[in-house]
């Protein structure tokens, strides 16, 4: 490693994919220094996964002292009360616990933290405020950002970001998107007691993801008291008084106590200089790279949400890890994104691993679609009207389990074991010949015996 610059890598932006590539290569001996300009964990930690989570908790525990009456357990209504000011203190004081978490396991790799907004000034050379620094290479790792659609108002709306800051809970609300972030905080709010909302323009939600999943997921929200409208947009937002009227695209108006918009992020390359330095952007507005991650720049290379490969934090770790590889160790390996398993911790949550049912006849052509929906066992006393659905897809050729999605609680719990199942190859007949754990919703993923349907 050349003693020409200060540093051998010097990485842009302290989130998950970052932090990865920032420690893995300190500790392979290289001088690493990481800049970032916010908080240490980026939006995972922050305004991402760990703090939606926790609000996931929060928000479920009024189901639960619901439910315990089928039990037998007596809760006096008057007695029960929340105070959101406390439950976003203790978040915050998570939050506070693992930014210096992130901060000591980059100080113990001998990793120098620099506070501050990085701009290119060369290919190897980055100004942070007045200190300009040299390394011979760069990592750009900054994320990405929410996006406000632009319509008339749109500085009234407030996004994934602001959610989790608000200083008091709204009577009601709307949630405008489709996605991830859309149907997680809808479950959020109307399990905190807000009247809900769910807007998007699109005839069905969760793009991307199964149609058996989404078709159940829509018809599970709307069990739970969230308003779910497919096909329509917003096309203004006026304040009036302590709410906002919102027009729609359907002619009709909408009266709310706060609009949240989960429409999209973007890449967050603003300021860095990228342009005069003469790495490209894609079409979408993503740091272009080749499967190494390396830009039309030599020295210069990307990773994590910047890059718009799935914007997932374990992805981006994996890239950290693959990076550092072939920047310091043996220069060999690539990213594997085949059957990534994601969760959605909506309520019910999601979990899936594997192609689509569509996208799986296009890959392997005939499947056999193994499915089964059915009540969890905790509500037959509980006498909640909540479902499960669980589905497999075969590869009828070599009886592969190509994919497996659900919904259901603690679905992403039950997907990660799946998931390594489906990694190895596994078939439907070692799921056939695995034991049940019972009783167990689980055991139904190796105990479904017939399939609903054989396609293509």
Same mark, same amino acid.
């Given at each position: ?40 964990? /980026? ?19 009024? &189901? ?155 018809? &599970? ?19 009036? /008084? ?22 999209? @992020? ?62 310091? /160790?043996?220069? &060999? ?32 052509? @005939?499947?056999?679609?193994? @499915? ?52 190895? /190859? ?23 015996? &017939? ?6």
């Amino acid at each position: 490693m050349s003693e020409h610059y200060e540093f051998d890598l010097v990485v842009i932006g302290a989130g998950s994919g970052g932090v990865r590539l920032a420690r893995m290569s300190a500790q392979r001996g290289a001088r690493v220094a990481i800049v970032e300009s916010r908080y240490l964990g /980026g939006t995972c930690v922050n305004v991402g996964c760990v703090p939606k989570k926790l609000f996931v908790y929060g928000s479920h525990v009024g &189901e639960d002292m619901a439910d315990a009456a089928g039990y037998g357990w007596t809760i006096p209504e008057d007695q029960v009360k929340f105070d959101w000011p406390t439950l976003v203190a203790n978040k915050n004081a998570e939050i506070h616990r693992l930014n210096g978490i992130y901060q000591r396991l980059l100080e113990n790799a001998g990793v120098t933290i620099i506070n501050g907004s990085a701009r290119f000034e060369d290919a190897h050379t980055l100004s942070v405020g007045d200190r300009r620094i040299h390394a011979r290479h760069i990592t750009v790792a900054t994320g990405s950002w929410p996006v406000v659609p632009d319509i008339p108002g749109k500085e009234h709306v407030v996004t994934s970001n602001d959610m989790f800051y608000l200083p008091q809970l709204p009577g009601e609300a709307v949630i405008w998107g489709g996605g991830y972030i859309a149907v997680e905080f809808a479950g959020i709010l109307a399990g905190l007691g807000v009247k809900t909302t769910l807007l998007y323009r699109g005839n069905l939600f969760l793009r991307g993801f199964d149609d058996d999943i989404r078709e159940f997921t829509a018809a &599970e929200l709307r069990k739970k008291g969230i308003d779910v409208r497919f096909g329509v947009n917003i096309d203004a937002v006026t304040p009036e /008084g302590a709410h906002y009227r919102l027009d729609l695209s359907d002619g009709s108006r909408l009266n709310t106590g706060l609009v949240m918009a989960a429409t999209g @992020r973007r890449a967050l390359v603003d300021g860095l200089g990228l342009d005069a330095l003469g790495v490209q952007l894609t079409d979408s507005g993503h740091i272009d790279v080749d499967e190494h991650f390396q830009t039309a720049v030599p020295s210069v290379t990307a990773l994590g949400d910047v890059i718009g490969t799935p914007q997932l934090t374990p992805v981006a770790i994996g890239q950290g890890m693959v990076l550092s590889r072939r920047l310091f /160790g043996d220069g &060999e390996g690539t990213m594997d994104y085949s059957a990534i398993p994601t969760a959605v911790f909506c309520q019910p949550n999601i979990g899936t691993v594997g192609p689509t049912e569509s996208e799986a006849r296009e890959q392997y052509g @005939r499947l056999r679609i193994y @499915r089964t929906e059915f009540r969890p066992m905790k509500h037959t006393l509980s006498g909640r009207d909540e479902r499960c659905l669980m589905k497999l897809i075969v590869d009828d050729a070599s009886d592969r389990v190509v994919a497996a999605h659900m919904v259901g609680p603690e679905a992403g719990e039950m997907l990660q074991g799946i998931a390594v199942a489906i990694k190895a /190859g596994a078939t439907k007949a070692v799921f056939d010949s695995t034991v049940g754990i019972h009783p167990t919703s689980a055991e139904e993923f190796v105990t479904m015996r &017939e399939p609903e349907r054989i396609v293509g």
